[in-house]
């Protein structure tokens, strides 16, 4: 059974750089996407970005110049740096799976989310 | 970019009562990829559906989807008071991956 635990600091200063780290357990990253999500206090959840098992990468439009999506496999751990963060960045920081285009495309593993709070 | 609307905002049901919500695109949904999450205060989004009508692994029978194109529906045939949450759709035929503002589903 696969597992996603997000780790990282709770507490981010303005205009400082976000960086968070999803482990995997349970299986292995091969042939799958590996997701950032983030979701506002009382709003919907908003897709960050992507990383194939391989390296290849995928970003929202509105943060692709202050996103960068890392992975080691040998740790089985993927990471998130967003930079020159503000107060809009407040939210709870979900990683999940995505399955490959052959075997569904949807994302089916969620992480239990880390609170990140913007403010100095 | 898919925008994807839900209506309606909040859906005010009592146990054993039939609920149907609806997920619009601003564009076709390529191959209907479209998925809806549940999800409860301080929970990660539970996934119920993909592919518009395909039940995840361990998802209740009293859960359905349908739709295709730009017009989805999830429907719960009898409430249960575990399924009292919030609900996303959520498509994923086109980057950027969006998802809707979400239905709140609650005890009447």
Partial sequence: QVQLQ????????????????????????????????RQPPGKGPEWIGYIYYSGSTNYSPSLKS???????????????????VTAADTAVY??????????????D???????????S | EIVLTQSPGTLSLSP???????????QTVYSSYLAWYQQKPGQAP???????????TGIPDRFSGSGSGTDFTLTIS?????????????QYGSTPLTFGGGTKVEIK
């Avoid at chain 2, 539970?46 to 995840?56: C, G, P, V």
Wanted: with cysteine.
């Fill in chain 1, 6 to 37: 997000e780790s990282g600091p709770g507490l981010v200063r303005p205009s400082e750089t976000l960086s968070l780290t999803c482990t995997v357990s349970g299986e292995s990253m091969t042939s799958y996407y590996w997701n950032w999500i």
């Fill in chain 1, 66 to 84: 202050r996103v960068t999506i890392s992975v080691d496999t040998s740790k089985k751990q993927f990471s998130l740096k967003l930079s020159s």
């Fill in chain 1, 94 to 107: 979900y990683c999940a799976r995505r399955r490959s285009m052959v075997d569904g495309y949807y994302m």
């Fill in chain 1, 109 to 119: 593993v969620w992480g239990n989310g880390t609170t990140v709070t913007v403010s």
């Fill in chain 2, 16 to 26: 054993g009562e039939r609920a149907t919500l609806s997920c619009r695109a601003s």
């Fill in chain 2, 46 to 56: 539970r996934l119920l559906m993909y592919d518009a009508s395909n039940k995840a």
């Fill in chain 2, 78 to 90: 009898r409430l249960e008071p575990e399924d009292f949450a919030v609900y996303y759709c959520q």
